[in-house]
């Protein structure tokens, strides 16, 4: 079984920046991509970013230029880092990962998601 923990949401005012953190843990043999959603009330949850094993990255159109997803694969991790913050980006971010993991003699894939973490853009 694999686990995806959350940390770095917060309450910021419009223009600062935050800096998402996810880390994997669990019977991981590869993580293929890792990415961030996001989730605001009364709507769908939507693809904030991703990033590949091998580093290729994609953006939300309403993110680019203001967010930078990276990843550290010896610590199983993926960031996101958020900057000139809009009250729009108000949501609960939640991390994705994909991939195969070890039970017992078998080996699995997995695609999993994290609790989520609020992040909140106000004045």
């Known amino acids: 079984q694999v686990r995806l923990v959350e940390s770095g949401g917060g309450l910021m005012q419009p223009g600062g920046s935050l800096r998402l953190s996810c880390a994997a843990s669990g019977s991981i043999f590869s993580i293929n991509a890792m990415g961030w959603y996001r989730q605001a009330p009364g709507k769908q949850r939507e693809l904030v970013a991703v990033?590949?094993?091998?580093?290729?990255?994609n953006y939300a159109d309403s993110v680019k230029g203001r967010f930078t997803i990276s990843r550290d694969a010896a610590k199983k991790t993926v960031y996101l880092q958020m900057n000139s913050l809009k009250s729009e980006d108000t949501a609960v971010y939640l991390c994705n990962a994909g991939g195969m993991y070890d039970q017992g003699y078998y080996r699995r894939s997995f695609d999993s998601w994290g609790q989520g973490t609020q992040v909140t853009v106000s004045s």
């Open positions: 990033v590949t094993g091998d580093g290729r990255t």
